[in-house]
């Protein structure tokens, strides 16, 4: 491994929601930290941290209901947690752009594509607004939109919803940005469109040259894409390692199960699909031991007593298990 | 768009001859007579009952309507029955006190309520929109008369900033004018005010929690944009909507204000026909209040266009 300072680094990150019924621990101690132009998968259940560790990075969470109350997210050697907002803004959009889940929702209805791409540029590089809207034309055409200086003026309901990702992703790159977070960017897609916006995201991240980390649920989506994952499960990394690594030996039983539960053709046809036993665990209370232990086929007394710390299991593969490489 | 304009247009028909029907029942259901009026208290009734045949009252009602509508579908009001004069010329005539009070209200009421509800709805939770909102109800809920005495005694009788009442044409200069204007305005604008300010910050609100409003956090944009040009241009639909049925408020309002402050508009040529019961002006009046609260809000439907382009007539 060649040692190049990360271009960020996650140290035991905590972000709390706090609710009527208490207080809801979504991150509890996550560290990873991520090289340039490096790809890092997440992946995890729904509701184990995964986006919530994304939208801390950018401090995008309501701050009515959250707070992140511990850790350090340090982007390029600042600690972005000790940032004033509008030093801040400067980095939104920028040196750190985001690509939500939702193409249908996470464009404005009534701004034009043109105007929505071109505002970054404006934001972040002083371009007037006839040099922003030329921007965004030639974004767009990295992106593929056909037609391009035509479309530039078209609102986001003249688009579908794989166009939509599109034009997301030309507004995410406009600046540049040193990482790119990208929170489920291909989950509300059609299957075909899935690989396409999935190849075309990664092929303008090199040439731009950009870090990504790809958020997803889809362990298929990791093993085509990442270098290294993180996987998390109720608001803890369990398993961290290369991604060949992980998927030629899991160490973390929850890895494994994840695994297990990705439908093969190769498979004979009348064995059952694997699944995770019972749901992730309720948040709002502390959880003494392993939070994986009420689900877990290997669990033991010590399981249930004491939280496994993540340890390296030879090679940066890296596992938060008392029964880690246990068959 | 032209066809939905002829469309709606010709929708407002029924909806007017409806308005008729009913208000001129209402006016000639309600207890009293002119004709007595005209006559004065020393009459005769057979007097009155000749006064009552000149003026065409003692007709059946049906056919008393008939000939009115007759006319107003040729576009004739009708005669004022005290006044030797035509409604349509006693209504233009009245018209520029009320148009200004009417236009004057309405910038005073829509910029401040959108201003403080977008506060409101950005701050929401705090005091300040706690106090926003406690102002709203206020609004709301005091009448035009009481606010209309209190702000006279405070700016125009206590401090003298301003005029007691009455009115100057714009012809005769913007300020006075306007000073003339202003407290009329304010109390006439409260209630408008505080209603279009719930409805920007229940709209705000909810838009503010939407996806987009996220990815332009994420782009770095600055919160008065992100207020302003991302969402309050979403919100836009729902206020405008608000601000035309509203309108309703300003008319009835509209009559009570130029009492209170003695404006010669066509609120008070109304509430004078009233106790005269002169049976022209009213309908007349009643007529075009109805008829620019529908165009009002065929206008406002049209607007929807202008702000949300998925919107196609």
């Known amino acids: 491994m060649t040692e190049t300072a990360p271009i960020l680094e996650v140290l035991d990150l905590r972000t709390h929601f706090f609710t009527q019924d208490g207080v809801t621990r979504a991150v509890d101690g996550v560290s990873f930290s991520l090289a340039p132009g490096e790809t890092l998968g997440i992946v995890g259940e729904s509701g184990c941290g995964k986006s919530v560790t994304a939208l801390s990075i950018l401090r995008l969470l309501p701050p009515k209901l959250s707070r992140i109350v511990g850790g350090r997210v340090v982007f390029e050697g600042t600690d972005l947690l000790t940032l004033h907002e509008p030093a801040m803004r400067e980095i939104r959009g920028n040196r750190i752009a985001m690509i939500f889940q939702e193409p249908m929702t996470s464009l404005n209805p009534v701004l034009t594509i043109g105007e929505q791409i071109a505002e970054a540029v404006r934001i972040h590089q002083g371009a007037s607004r006839k040099e922003a809207l030329a921007r965004a034309v030639e974004m767009l055409k990295l992106v593929r939109i056909p037609d391009a200086e035509r479309r530039v003026g078209d609102y986001p309901h003249q688009f579908s919803g794989g166009m939509r990702q599109r034009v997301m992703i030309a507004m995410a790159l406009s600046c540049n940005p040193k990482l790119l977070l990208a929170d489920e960017p291909t989950t509300a897609l059609d299957v075909t469109v899935q690989k396409q916006i999935l190849r075309l995201m990664l092929e303008l991240k090199e040439r731009i040259g950009s870090a990504v980390i790809l958020i997803t649920h889809d362990l298929g989506v990791i093993a085509e894409t990442a270098k290294r994952v993180v996987v998390m499960y109720a608001g803890r990394v369990v398993e961290q390692a290369e991604v060949t690594a992980l998927f030629d030996a899991p160490l973390h039983p929850y890895t494994r199960g994840l695994m297990a539960s990705i439908p093969r053709l190769k498979h004979n046809r009348t064995r059952r699909l694997a699944e995770i036993p019972g749901i992730v665990p309720d948040l709002r209370t502390p959880i003494p031991g392993c939070a994986f232990a009420p689900r877990c086929p290997l669990a033991t007394d010590r399981c249930r007593e004491a939280a496994p710390s993540l340890d390296d299991h030879g090679g940066g593969h890296f596992a938060a298990c008392w029964e880690a490489g246990r068959a | ?313």
């Open chain 2, 1 to 313: 768009m032209i066809a939905y304009i002829i469309r709606r247009l010709l929708a407002t028909i029924p909806v007017m001859l409806l308005v008729a029907v009913i208000v001129f029942l209402l006016v000639h259901l309600a207890p009293g007579d002119p004709a007595s009026v005209i006559a004065g208290d020393n009459a005769t009734s057979d007097q009155i009952a000749a006064i009552r045949a000149t003026l065409g009252l003692d007709r059946p009602l049906w056919e008393q309507f008939a000939i009115w509508i007759w006319r107003v579908l040729q576009g004739d009001l009708g005669q004022s029955l005290f006044w030797n004069r035509g409604v349509a010329e006693l209504i233009l005539q009245r018209a520029e006190p009320t148009v200004s009070l009417a236009i004057t209200t309405l910038i005073f009421a829509v910029s401040i309520a959108i201003g403080l509800g977008v506060l409101a709805a950005w701050k929401a939770g705090s005091g300040i929109d706690r106090s926003v909102m406690g102002l709203a109800v206020a609004g709301f809920s005091v009448p035009v008369f009481v606010v209309g005495y209190l702000l006279v005694y405070l700016f125009a009788i206590e401090l003298r900033w301003l005029p007691v009442q009455g009115y100057r044409p714009i012809a005769q200069g913007f300020w006075p004018w306007l000073e003339r204007l202003i407290l009329p305005s304010v109390a006439l604008g409260l209630a408008y005010l505080a209603l279009i300010a719930r409805i920007t910050r229940t709209t705000m609100l909810e838009i503010l929690s939407e996806d987009y409003i996220r990815t332009a956090q994420a782009k770095g944009v600055a919160t008065r944009p992100m207020l302003f040009r991302h969402a309050l241009k979403n919100a836009a639909v729902p206020i405008v909507t608000v601000v035309g049925i509203g309108v309703a408020l300003l008319i009835s309002g509209v009559v009570i204000t130029e009492t209170v402050f003695n404006i010669p508009g066509i609120g008070r040529l109304v509430v004078d026909a009233i106790t005269r019961r002169d049976y022209p002006i009213i309908q007349g009046v009643m007529l075009v209040f109805s008829a620019i609260y529908v165009l009002v809000n065929l206008a406002v439907d049209l607007s929807y266009t202008l702000f949300d382009p998925r919107v196609r007539y």
